[in-house]
């Protein structure tokens, strides 16, 4: 349980809940991390092709994961659908989630599935330097996250030190770059005296503003910038070469191991990977987030995830590493 209570630090348990499961064919209950408000179209999709009633349960991934561990074997929940890897990651290591069949998990590259078969990412999300083009050139941006050490950075950055995705690249530097150096790139990041954001999205409403030059954020928020200010002067740097800036996370999902029928489960499973369920990233949903099942382009303007360069982890691994990641934040002045 040592990695759910982790995991759960940043988040409240959830109260337990839910519904009967699928016992009769007819039913599915997921445990949602995703919003509602991005997903539920896609679930609303699949009920009206399959026929298949489903009821989801919403709330934060970490909360959801901790609920699953506590209720264990009698758990109502059929599929887990969560926000990132490190909490299926996690999910995983605790039992909860069963092997997917290798046609499921054959549609999406191994860089973004458990290696062990039981979760499948359904969507991706970059790192990237958001910058204010009135402000900045590209071209005199850094090739690495290293860079924003440099004194000339001083007052001019911004970003979300609780955000669970930032908190997800720090766990990525120190798998990849180690412990020390992580902890020498907190120290002169805050010496660049950084001003500190609650959201992604607000680190991006801050740069339109003029408020800061550059942001560390995910790529999809420039998107939804967008959105609501069409001419604001912001554009996504794209980094790479295995930089830690370049972690492309996913969001995924797994079938909890006990549900009485898993062929509705693996149905869903079936359908958010299907073209119609990746091409909803593409063409519909605001947030545009990247597809990953093989052959499925991304949303006009975005590079091809093959030409992103990230970090050499197992994303499920993030999880496990979350708790020391806190720890280090809270010491370097990001959290406390």
């Known amino acids: 349980m040592r990695t759910m209570m982790a995991l759960a630090a940043v ?3 959830a109260g337990c809940g839910g519904s009967d499961s699928g016992s009769n064919g007819g039913k599915l209950t997921v445990y949602s991390g995703r919003e509602e ?3 539920e179209p896609l679930f609303d999709q699949f009920e009206s092709d399959t026929g298949i009633d ?11 994961a901790a609920t699953l561990a506590e209720e264990g074997d009698s758990s109502p929940a059929d599929v887990f659908f969560a926000q990132d890897a490190g909490t299926l990651g996690a999910t995983a290591e605790e039992g909860r989630l069963s ?4 046609e499921i998990l054959d549609e999406v590259k191994a860089a973004y599935r458990d290696p062990d078969g039981r979760w499948v990412g359904t969507s991706g999300r970059a790192r990237v330097v958001a910058y204010n083009t009135d402000a900045v050139r590209e071209d005199d941006l850094p090739a690495s996250i290293f860079g924003y050490t440099e004194p000339r950075w001083k007052g001019r ?6 955000n669970a995705s930032f908190q997800a690249f720090v766990t990525a530097m120190r798998l990849t770059e180690g412990e020390e150096r992580t902890r020498e790139w907190l120290d ?15 680190v991006l409403e801050a740069l339109a503003a003029g408020e800061i030059d550059v942001g560390f954020v995910n790529h999809y928020y420039l998107y939804l910038l967008k959105e609501e200010q069409p001419d604001a002067p912001v554009r996504n740097h ?22 009485d029928d898993p062929e509705p489960a693996q149905r869903f499973v079936e359908f958010l990977l299907s073209e119609e369920g990746q091409r909803f990233y593409a063409d519909r949903a605001e947030e545009a987030e990247y597809p990953l099942a093989q052959g499925i382009e991304p949303r006009q303007g975005l590079p091809p995830l093959a030409s992103i360069e990230g970090p050499a ?13 806190l720890e280090l934040l809270n010491e370097a002045g990001f959290t406390s």
């Open 313 to 325: 982890i197992e994303l499920g691994d993030l999880g496990g590493e979350l708790e020391r990641t």
């Open 238 to 259: 794209f980094m790479g070469g295995g930089d830690p800036g370049a972690l492309v996370n996913v969001a995924g999902v797994g079938i909890v191991k006990g549900t």
């Open 157 to 162: 950055i911004g970003l979300p030190p609780t």
């Open 99 to 102: 092997e997917l069949p290798n």
């Open 54 to 64: 489903v009821e989801v349960r919403y709330g934060e991934s970490a909360e959801l």
């Open 11 to 13: 988040a409240v348990l």
């Open 188 to 202: 002169a990041v805050k010496n660049n005296e950084p001003k500190f954001y609650e959201k992604n999205s607000s």
């Open 37 to 39: 408000e991005l997903v």
